[in-house]
């Protein structure tokens, strides 16, 4: 139903085991009023110079441990950098001796190998303690051999694993016709970004140049270049297996291939690297991106002045936060993403739009709006002109819907006329890109080729990009604010595809943020922005979920893990984002009158929050489901602001409802 994970039995709501909630508190305005105050002054305080906000963006130990793999294939090591870095890793490392994809999170070995080969790599001993505890967690989970692809090309990088242990990826997919099973138009933007630069090192199969010497023989159960199962069905099903013969195949015959049908090849993709390579931004704003287009470069023999190499590298290092002796890398950066949330926060706390603050904000955002690229995405819609935004500082090939929608609705909301030309190609651009089935995908339509979920390469099961209702609600919000309705064709299969796609207890999947409560917010606000009865029993359903998921003490809390189905009901405790996000889409739905509502502003109240900001250490959202978390830290600081003040709009103005979109 949603591509990642979709189940076909009602299931357990997150509060099953939670003791009935508390009665319905008391909200003293004042109380009120001042924390939404002190939490917009904390906010406004955080603004940059130019007019937008960003905050950190943190993913797991396969990013730092990354870096340090990327300088030590290099050979060029920055002692200091790698000193923050490892202490960074010993740091986040888990309980049960390995690393986790979030925070508190379940041993994963994928993140465990690359972390004990940054911290080897780092000068660490294979004798201490923490390295110990991680090896033996290692052997225990089936050693080295079993790790991801994209863990084992890292490895196959650093000689430590044989090139059989990767899947046939020859560069000569360059070269293939669009109608071909296997085209880059059909993956994802991550993936394409992420696959082109590769296959140069596939092509060219280096060895790092690891000064140090390091090996990590000691995680494998088989000796790795004796191991015989490197590649598995990701799937299980039939079709994993016919696509495991093919790659052999293509093993097999790849030798025979002209030579100068691979260099015709490679010239195609450092072509096509080159021309979206962003700048410091780099090759799609994603580390992944960034890191093989340095190591392409770097094999391909750039010297180490060369603009582009020079370029890509510096991308990769503005990737970088530094704090409190330790250090970690970011996946990428989030200022789009930030800038228009905290706009809309900002304009519900009652802040002027034509004030300084705002005005500095909107006019940023105006000026990042991508008009003179037709990116990726136009090749399945080339009749659509551009007018889209990225979620980074710059990526013109790479708009996407999700953040398209959310600007659009906040310069709506700021009614700044410099704003419209941008509201109306927002609009336009949104239009073009609804998916035949109704929804939107994130930065491509109709990425829906679900096949190739089967071949050996997308073990991680994230190679596309399909609608999902999230971003598809985030659409429609927009379309409606800006003064459509239920009945526009858009808007009417957009609601359709959200029909069709929610969840059998009432939830709707959460794409980019953790996770049904995520995805049920962003849902409920679409439909009351379209005009949906609320009374429809498919809405009185998701609001019946939501209520049923709050804790006793007023809070919303979900866990990463229920990205796996028959973890579905997992949380660790409440968090101040996730509750602010229950609270938004149980207002949408009328219910700001009900005791849930009233105990969910009390839980935000008492929360903890210094200067403005609320406490969060959980992660809250997702790259990629089961394989990449995040977490944004900017979450806790405009989501709560945002769920206080709509509750004083509401509560003051004696109304049901917001008009807003979101």
């Not at 004796?226 to 013969?245: A, I």
Request: with cysteine; hydrophobic share 40%; net charge negative.
């Amino acid at each position: 139903m949603n591509g990642f994970t979709t189940s076909t039995a009602p299931a357990p709501p997150l509060q099953e085991a939670r003791p009935h909630p508390r009665a319905e508190p008391v909200i003293d305005a004042t109380t009120l009023d001042s924390v939404i105050d002190s939490a917009a002054q904390s906010l406004i305080g955080q603004q940059d110079a130019d007019g937008s906000w960003v905050y950190e963006l943190e993913a797991d130990a396969t990013i730092p441990a990354e870096y340090i793999m990327l300088e030590h294939f290099l050979g060029d090591i920055d002692p200091e950098i790698e000193r923050k870095l490892a202490a960074y890793l010993r740091d986040v490392q888990g309980e049960h001796g390995g690393w986790p994809l979030y925070h508190l999170g379940d041993f994963n070995l994928s993140a465990s190998v690359k972390a004990y080969l940054a911290l080897k790599l780092a000068g660490d001993a294979p004798e201490a303690p923490h390295m110990q505890r991680a090896r033996e967690a290692i052997l225990a989970h089936g050693g080295a051999a079993r790790t991801n692809v994209f863990t084992r090309i890292s490895l196959a990088l650093f000689r430590q694993v044989p090139w059989r242990a990767i899947p046939a990826m020859p560069p000569e997919i360059m070269l293939l016709p669009r109608w071909f099973p296997f085209h880059l138009t059909k993956v994802s933007y991550w993936s394409r970004t992420v696959i082109v630069p590769l296959l140069i090192l596939l092509a060219r199969k280096p060895a790092a140049l690891n000064p140090r010497g390091v090996n990590i023989a000691e995680l494998f159960t088989t000796a790795p270049f004796d191991e015989r199962h490197y590649l598995v069905n990701p799937t299980g099903k039939p079709l994993g297996d016919v696509l495991l013969t093919v790659d052999r195949i293509v093993r097999m015959v790849e030798p025979l291939f002209p030579k100068s049908l691979q260099r015709r090849s490679i010239e195609k993709a450092v072509a096509w690297v080159t021309e979206r390579l962003n700048g410091e931004d780099g090759l799609g704003g994603i580390f992944p991106a960034m890191v093989n287009t340095v190591l392409a470069f770097h094999v391909l023999g750039y010297p180490k002045d060369h603009p582009d190499f020079v370029t890509a590298r510096e991308a990769v290092r503005k990737l970088l936060v530094f704090k409190n002796g330790y250090g970690y890398c970011q996946p990428c950066m989030s200022p789009v993403w930030d800038t228009g949330l905290a706009l809309h926060a900002l304009l519900e706390a009652g802040e002027p739009a034509n004030s300084p603050v705002m005005k500095s904000a909107i006019d940023w955002l105006i000026d990042r709006q991508i008009t003179d690229v037709r990116g990726d995405w136009a090749g399945a819609r080339p009749d659509t002109s551009p007018g889209g935004w990225a979620f980074q500082y710059r990526n013109d090939y790479y708009p996407d819907t999700d953040d398209t929608g959310m600007v659009v609705m906040a310069l709506q909301r700021s009614e700044d006329p410099a704003a419209k030309p941008a509201i109306e190609r927002g609009i336009q651009w949104i239009l073009g890109m609804q998916s035949k089935n109704g929804g939107w995908g994130s930065f491509d339509a109709d990425n829906t080729h679900a096949y190739l979920n089967h071949i050996p390469f997308a073990d991680h099961g994230a190679l596309l990009d399909p609608p999902t209702a999230d971003v598809s609600a985030r659409c429609i919000g927009a379309l409606c604010q800006h003064g459509m309705d239920r009945n526009h064709p858009a808007v009417a299969r957009g609601i359709e595809f959200l029909k069709r796609d929610q969840e059998p207890d009432g939830s709707w999947f959460g794409r980019w943020g953790t996770n049904y409560i995520y995805g049920t917010w962003s849902v409920l606000c679409a439909l009351n922005a379209a005009g949906e009865d609320p009374s429809q029993p498919y809405i009185q359903k998701a609001v019946a979920w939501l209520k049923a998921c709050q804790f006793a003490d007023g809070g919303w809390g979900e866990d990463c893990s229920t990205y796996w189905d028959h973890r579905r009901g997992e949380a660790k405790a409440p968090t101040p984002s996730q509750t602010a996000w229950a609270l938004l889409g149980l207002m949408a739905a009328g219910e700001v009158d009900s005791p849930e509502v009233a105990r969910g502003i009390r839980f935000l109240i008492d929360a903890p929050h210094a200067d403005g900001g609320w406490q969060e250490d959980v992660y809250n959202a997702v790259g990629f489901p089961r394989v990449f978390y995040l977490k944004y830290h900017g979450y806790a600081k405009y989501f709560p602001l945002w769920a206080l003040a709509r509750y004083r709009t509401l509560k003051s103005g004696n109304r049901a409802t917001t008009p807003h979109g979101m």
